[in-house]
């Protein structure tokens, strides 16, 4: 393995328990309205599923009910510690990276799913992905993650802007696609302490002073409406692709 893969590695490891937290405490419900989703659409049930770079194995609890063979990759031994806390006899868990997997695996599955991966940046890299199913291929990242308070002065995270370039990518290769946003809102809030402490280390004293006034005026709290989207991006692998590749 190389150096980057170690310490890649090394920085999943470190964080997989902080990760499992962050997920067992969310409400958000997106694994299960990802699986009531599929199901309507007559994606699920299916005989084989991959989980590309499944970390500690967020959609595995909800899934793996309705595959016969769910099979869930990644490069973490902490975070597939953790998922096989949800596993069950149709689940099997690989350690491995991303593309030594793609290029060494032989098998092609009803169902090539992934979501939030770090991993998948590329047009090379949307290519082995897809080359793993010969069903669907389902993508699944945030596309809107943004406040009333914080947001105008943060600065924006392009990671958000990759199911756009996926699109692109499928254009370009005349694959159709699909897609299904599953929207969340919430409300919480901030007071202007909390705010100032947060921007401490990002703005003068006097810019600071300034954002604050125009954000919360003469209050000592305000309310913040949080907005997260996440996009589905589904399609069906060419006939063509089973029979000569793209």
């Given at each position: 393995?190389?150096?980057?893969?170690?310490?890649?590695?090394?920085?999943?490891?470190?964080?997989?328990?902080?990760?499992?937290?962050?997920?067992?405490?969310?409400?958000?419900?997106?694994?299960?309205?990802?699986?009531?989703?599929?199901?309507?659409?007559?994606?699920?049930?299916?005989?084989?599923?991959?989980?590309?770079?499944?970390?500690?194995?967020?959609?595995?609890?909800?899934?793996?009910?309705?595959?016969?063979?769910?099979?869930?990759?990644?490069?973490?031994a902490e975070m597939l510690k953790l998922a096989a806390d949800k596993s069950?006899?149709?689940?099997?868990?690989?350690?491995?990276?991303?593309?030594?997997?793609?290029?060494?695996?032989?098998?092609?599955?009803?169902?090539?799913?992934?979501?939030?991966?770090?991993?998948?940046?590329?047009?090379?890299?949307?290519?082995?992905?897809?080359?793993?199913?010969?069903?669907?291929?389902?993508?699944?990242?945030?596309?809107?993650?943004?406040?009333?308070?914080?947001?105008?002065?943060?600065?924006?995270?392009?990671?958000?802007?990759?199911?756009?370039?996926?699109?692109?990518?499928?254009?370009?290769?005349?694959?159709?696609?699909?897609?299904?946003?599953?929207?969340?809102?919430?409300?919480?809030?901030?007071?202007?302490?909390?705010?100032?402490?947060?921007?401490?280390?990002?703005?003068?004293?006097?810019?600071?002073?300034?954002?604050?006034?125009?954000?919360?005026?003469?209050?000592?709290?305000?309310?913040?409406?949080?907005?997260?989207?996440?996009?589905?991006?589904?399609?069906?692998?060419?006939?063509?692709?089973?029979?000569?590749?793209?």
């Amino acid at each position: 393995m190389s150096d980057y893969l170690n310490e890649l590695e090394t920085f999943w490891n470190d964080f997989a328990e902080e990760y499992e937290m962050i997920q067992q405490e969310s409400t958000i419900p997106i694994a299960e309205e990802l699986r009531d989703f599929l199901l309507a659409e007559n994606l699920l049930p299916c005989q084989t599923f991959l989980d590309l770079a499944g970390g500690s194995g967020r959609y595995l609890s909800t899934i793996k009910a309705y595959v016969q063979k769910y099979d869930l990759v990644d490069l973490s031994a902490e975070m597939l510690k953790l998922a096989a806390d949800k596993s069950d006899s149709n689940v099997q868990l690989i350690k491995n990276d991303q593309k030594n997997f793609l290029s060494q695996n032989k098998e092609r599955y009803n169902i090539v799913f992934s979501a939030m991966n770090p991993a998948l940046q590329t047009k090379e890299e949307l290519l082995a992905f897809c080359q793993a199913s010969h069903d669907w291929c389902l993508i699944l990242r945030v596309v809107t993650d943004e406040d009333q308070i914080f947001s105008p002065y943060e600065e924006k995270n392009s990671d958000l802007l990759l199911n756009d370039r996926y699109k692109t990518f499928l254009n370009e290769l005349n694959i159709p696609y699909r897609t299904k946003k599953f929207a969340y809102t919430n409300c919480e809030e901030i007071t202007r302490d909390f705010f100032q402490e947060y921007f401490m280390d990002d703005f003068s004293s006097t810019e600071l002073a300034e954002i604050t006034e125009k954000t919360f005026g003469n209050k000592l709290k305000k309310w913040n409406q949080q907005f997260l989207d996440f996009e589905l991006i589904y399609f069906h692998v060419p006939k063509t692709y089973n029979e000569i590749g793209f």
